[in-house]
Protein backbone atom coordinates (compact mmCIF):
# COMPACT_ATOMS: atom_id res chain seq x y z
CA UNK A 1 0.00 0.00 0.00
CA UNK A 2 1.46 3.47 -1.17
CA UNK A 3 0.00 6.68 0.62
CA UNK A 4 0.26 9.99 -1.27
CA UNK A 5 -0.85 12.95 0.88
CA UNK A 6 -1.66 16.49 -0.54
CA UNK A 7 -3.55 19.54 0.50
CA UNK A 8 -1.39 21.44 3.22
CA UNK A 9 -0.87 25.26 3.07
CA UNK A 10 -0.39 28.42 5.02
CA UNK A 11 -3.55 29.84 6.43
CA UNK A 12 -4.70 32.66 9.02
CA UNK A 13 -5.81 31.29 12.06
CA UNK A 14 -10.04 30.62 11.50
CA UNK A 15 -9.19 30.09 8.57
CA UNK A 16 -9.92 26.35 7.09
CA UNK A 17 -7.99 23.34 4.97
CA UNK A 18 -8.70 20.31 3.23
CA UNK A 19 -6.48 17.57 3.53
CA UNK A 20 -6.38 14.39 0.59
CA UNK A 21 -4.62 11.12 0.87
CA UNK A 22 -4.85 8.70 -2.23
CA UNK A 23 -3.86 5.27 -1.65
CA UNK A 24 -3.04 2.85 -3.95
CA UNK A 25 -3.51 -1.18 -3.49
CA UNK A 26 -6.43 -3.23 -3.85
CA UNK A 27 -7.66 -3.45 -0.71
CA UNK A 28 -8.05 -0.20 0.16
CA UNK A 29 -11.88 -0.46 1.88
CA UNK A 30 -10.25 -2.86 4.34
CA UNK A 31 -8.07 -1.12 6.67
CA UNK A 32 -8.73 1.94 9.18
CA UNK A 33 -7.65 5.31 7.57
CA UNK A 34 -5.51 7.85 9.75
CA UNK A 35 -4.25 11.32 10.16
CA UNK A 36 -1.38 12.12 12.63
CA UNK A 37 0.41 15.16 12.81
CA UNK A 38 3.94 16.30 14.30
CA UNK A 39 4.66 19.85 15.32
CA UNK A 40 8.48 20.42 15.93
CA UNK A 41 10.18 19.14 18.63
CA UNK A 42 7.01 17.05 19.06
CA UNK A 43 6.41 13.53 19.28
CA UNK A 44 3.84 12.56 15.89
CA UNK A 45 0.16 12.52 17.82
CA UNK A 46 -2.74 10.58 16.95
CA UNK A 47 -5.65 13.48 15.10
CA UNK A 48 -8.17 11.53 13.62
CA UNK A 49 -9.35 7.44 12.47
CA UNK A 50 -12.21 6.47 10.06
CA UNK A 51 -12.93 2.69 9.85
CA UNK A 52 -12.80 0.45 6.66
CA UNK A 53 -16.46 1.21 5.83
CA UNK A 54 -16.31 4.81 6.92
CA UNK A 55 -19.39 4.16 9.32
CA UNK A 56 -16.94 4.79 13.13
CA UNK A 57 -14.68 7.95 13.65
CA UNK A 58 -12.85 8.91 16.59
CA UNK A 59 -10.99 12.28 16.87
CA UNK A 60 -8.34 14.03 19.28
CA UNK A 61 -10.61 15.77 21.74
CA UNK A 62 -8.59 19.27 20.68
CA UNK A 63 -10.06 18.82 17.16
CA UNK A 64 -13.65 17.32 17.82
CA UNK A 65 -15.48 19.71 16.36
CA UNK A 66 -13.06 21.54 13.81
CA UNK A 67 -11.73 18.14 11.78
CA UNK A 68 -13.64 16.04 9.87
CA UNK A 69 -12.47 12.87 8.27
CA UNK A 70 -13.81 10.87 5.67
CA UNK A 71 -13.23 8.19 2.63
CA UNK A 72 -13.84 7.76 -0.68
CA UNK A 73 -13.83 4.00 -1.17
CA UNK A 74 -14.49 3.89 -4.69
CA UNK A 75 -11.82 6.46 -5.28
CA UNK A 76 -9.33 5.05 -2.74
CA UNK A 77 -8.97 8.46 -1.12
CA UNK A 78 -9.48 9.55 3.08
CA UNK A 79 -9.86 13.35 3.77
CA UNK A 80 -9.02 15.66 6.67
CA UNK A 81 -11.71 19.09 6.64
CA UNK A 82 -10.06 21.38 9.40
CA UNK A 83 -11.92 24.16 9.79
CA UNK A 84 -11.37 27.18 12.56
CA UNK A 85 -7.55 26.36 12.49
CA UNK A 86 -5.45 28.18 15.36
CA UNK A 87 -1.32 28.25 15.50
CA UNK A 88 -1.39 25.17 17.74
CA UNK A 89 -2.47 23.74 14.83
CA UNK A 90 0.86 23.61 13.24
CA UNK A 91 2.41 20.74 12.01
CA UNK A 92 3.51 18.62 9.35
CA UNK A 93 0.30 16.02 8.94
CA UNK A 94 0.84 12.37 7.69
CA UNK A 95 -1.96 10.31 6.63
CA UNK A 96 -1.28 6.45 7.35
CA UNK A 97 -3.50 3.35 6.84
CA UNK A 98 -3.80 0.65 9.76
CA UNK A 99 -5.09 -3.65 9.66
CA UNK A 100 -6.34 -2.73 13.33
CA UNK A 101 -9.15 -0.14 14.85
CA UNK A 102 -5.74 1.78 16.66
CA UNK A 103 -5.35 5.76 17.67
CA UNK A 104 -1.69 4.61 18.29
CA UNK A 105 1.69 5.38 15.50
CA UNK A 106 2.74 1.86 16.25
CA UNK A 107 -0.22 0.31 14.97
CA UNK A 108 0.08 1.70 11.82
CA UNK A 109 2.23 0.17 8.80
CA UNK A 110 1.85 2.24 6.16
CA UNK A 111 2.11 6.01 6.14
CA UNK A 112 2.33 9.27 3.46
CA UNK A 113 4.74 11.54 3.03
CA UNK A 114 3.51 14.06 5.48
CA UNK A 115 1.95 17.65 4.32
CA UNK A 116 2.27 20.71 5.55
CA UNK A 117 -0.14 22.75 7.41
CA UNK A 118 0.87 25.90 8.81
CA UNK A 119 -1.61 28.42 10.66
CA UNK A 120 -0.40 32.03 11.03
CA UNK A 121 -1.71 34.09 13.73
Known amino acids: VQLQASGGGLVQAGGSLSLSCAVSGRTFSLFTMGWFRQAPGKEREFVAA????????YYLDSVKGKFTISRDNAKKTVYLQMNSLNPEDTAVYYC???????????????WGQGTLVTVSS
Open 50 to 57: ISGSGAST
Open 96 to 110: AASRYWSVYVRDYDS
